[in-house]
């Protein structure tokens, strides 16, 4: 078990002990055991499609931690998919997927809040873009948790799931263990409704607005070496982060206020392009991109001075997101003397999560 250390400031520094435990060990219910609910199974398979996301940058990494979801931020969900296949057992829990232990940790979690006491067939199938800034792990758990609600009568609501996930989520460890990881909520959120989400702490989910209905998204992945997952991650979220985000969080809380809500509201795609190339300099997102050297800040200059509309680098990276009416082929034009390629071309899903069932 790693031991991580936390520095905020001169006086501020503390030993976190990174825990990792066997899933079904450590289950946060948030008291939903304690109410009764009425399940009713459905008979079938159960396919749910959720939408991966780009998370934009955390609002305040003061506010979380691996044990502590929150942190407010902002992101938008891209048609970009995960899908989760599940039916009713009497018994036994089978999971079809590669990354067997989140899951089953999660359907310990999900049995216990809604009392359930059958079993899952469970078959998974993600986007395959890993530790990359797309969101696997939160847009599979979304998912997979919609279609569990689902197959049982829908105890649950949508913000009760997104609870769930958040004060559960996790990530395994190589030698098959789980421990938990960092969530702001933002990814199960725009999975759940489309389009860009803010959210607050405490995985509250603040405003919500469909998103460049219409345009391109094209997602560069610019070649690095350095890691972003694990402790490496933690050493970045959980010390230059969180010192640069003592500086910079209640600017970013205005800018989202007072500059970014408005631009959606009005479509103007431009304008959000540019609060979220300041904030790419502000704050938590300055140490996330600065984690891959300045290269990435050259890389995505060089797209904003090619008139590109919008451009941001999702989460820990290195994943560039870039929103523009350009087609396919301009934006390959663009790339090419950069020596980049686009690795997946889509556009922002505005719908969200979708439910099929079939007998």
Same mark, same amino acid.
């Given at each position: 078990m790693?031991?991580?250390?936390?520095?905020?400031?001169? $006086?501020?520094?503390?030993?976190y002990?990174?825990?990792?435990?066997?899933p079904?060990?450590?289950?946060?219910?948030?008291?939903l055991?304690?109410?009764?609910?009425?399940?009713?199974?459905?008979?079938?398979?159960?396919?749910?499609?959720a939408p991966a #996301?780009i998370?934009l940058?955390v !609002?305040?990494? &003061? #506010?979380?931690?691996?044990?502590h979801?929150?942190?407010?931020g902002?992101?938008?969900a891209i048609?970009?998919?995960?899908?989760?296949e599940v039916?009713?057992?009497?018994?036994?829990?089978?999971?079809?997927?590669?990354?067997?232990a989140?899951?089953?940790n999660?359907?310990?979690?999900?049995?216990?809040?809604?009392?359930?006491?059958?079993?899952?067939?469970?078959?998974?199938?993600?986007h395959?873009?890993k530790?990359?800034g797309l969101?696997?792990?939160?847009?599979?758990?979304?998912?997979?948790?919609?279609a569990?609600n689902?197959?049982v009568?829908?105890p $649950?609501?949508?913000?009760?799931?997104?609870?769930?996930?958040? @004060?559960?989520?996790c990530e395994?460890?190589a030698?098959?263990?789980?421990a938990?990881?960092?969530?702001t909520g933002?990814?199960?959120?725009?999975?759940?409704?489309?389009?860009?989400?803010?959210?607050?702490d405490?995985?509250a989910?603040?405003?919500? @607005?469909?998103?460049?209905e219409?345009? &391109?998204?094209?997602i560069?992945?610019?070649p690095?070496?350095?890691?972003?997952?694990?402790?490496?991650?933690?050493?970045? $979220?959980?010390?230059?982060?969180?010192?640069?985000d003592?500086?910079? #969080?209640e600017?970013?809380?205005?800018?989202f206020?007072?500059?970014l809500i408005?631009? $959606?509201?009005?479509?103007d795609?431009?304008k959000?392009?540019?609060?979220?190339?300041?904030?790419?300099?502000?704050?938590?997102?300055?140490?996330?991109?600065?984690? @891959?050297s300045?290269?990435?800040?050259?890389?995505? &200059?060089l797209?904003?001075?090619?008139? !590109?509309?919008?451009?941001?680098?999702?989460?820990?990276?290195p994943?560039?997101?870039?929103?523009?009416?350009k087609?396919?082929?301009?934006?390959?034009?663009?790339?090419k003397p !950069?020596?980049?390629?686009?690795?997946?071309?889509?556009k922002?899903d505005?719908?969200?999560?979708?439910?099929?069932?079939?007998?």
């Amino acid at each position: 078990m790693a031991i991580m250390k936390i520095r905020g400031g001169d $006086l501020d520094l503390v030993e976190y002990e990174f825990l990792t435990f066997p899933p079904g060990k450590n289950l946060k219910t948030l008291g939903l055991e304690k109410k009764k609910f009425v399940l009713k199974q459905k008979k079938g398979k159960i396919s749910v499609r959720a939408p991966a #996301r780009i998370h934009l940058t955390v !609002l305040d990494m &003061n #506010r979380f931690a691996p044990d502590h979801p929150g942190g407010g931020g902002i992101g938008f969900a891209i048609q970009c998919y995960c899908s989760a296949e599940v039916s009713c057992t009497k018994k036994e829990i089978s999971i079809d997927y590669d990354r067997a232990a989140i899951i089953e940790n999660f359907v310990a979690v999900f049995k216990k809040a809604v009392g359930y006491s059958g079993g899952f067939a469970i078959r998974v199938t993600d986007h395959e873009y890993k530790h990359v800034g797309l969101g696997s792990t939160s847009t599979v758990m979304i998912a997979v948790a919609t279609a569990m609600n689902e197959a049982v009568g829908s105890p $649950l609501s949508n913000t009760q799931l997104r609870h769930l996930i958040g @004060h559960n989520y996790c990530e395994e460890t190589a030698e098959g263990d789980i421990a938990f990881g960092f969530e702001t909520g933002v990814g199960p959120a725009v999975s759940t409704f489309g389009g860009m989400a803010i959210m607050g702490d405490e995985l509250a989910l603040a405003y919500h @607005h469909p998103f460049a209905e219409g345009r &391109n998204v094209y997602i560069v992945i610019p070649p690095t070496d350095i890691s972003s997952a694990g402790t490496q991650e933690f050493d970045l $979220l959980m010390n230059k982060a969180r010192t640069l985000d003592y500086r910079d #969080r209640e600017l970013k809380a205005y800018l989202f206020l007072m500059d970014l809500i408005p631009a $959606l509201e009005r479509d103007d795609v431009k304008k959000a392009g540019e609060i979220v190339w300041e904030i790419e300099f502000r704050g938590s997102k300055r140490a996330e991109v600065e984690h @891959h050297s300045y290269g990435i800040y050259h890389y995505m &200059n060089l797209l904003r001075e090619a008139k !590109l509309e919008f451009v941001g680098m999702s989460s820990v990276g290195p994943s560039i997101a870039v929103v523009t009416e350009k087609d396919k082929k301009s934006i390959e034009n663009i790339l090419k003397p !950069l020596g980049l390629k686009i690795a997946i071309a889509t556009k922002v899903d505005n719908q969200g999560i979708q439910i099929v069932h079939s007998r």
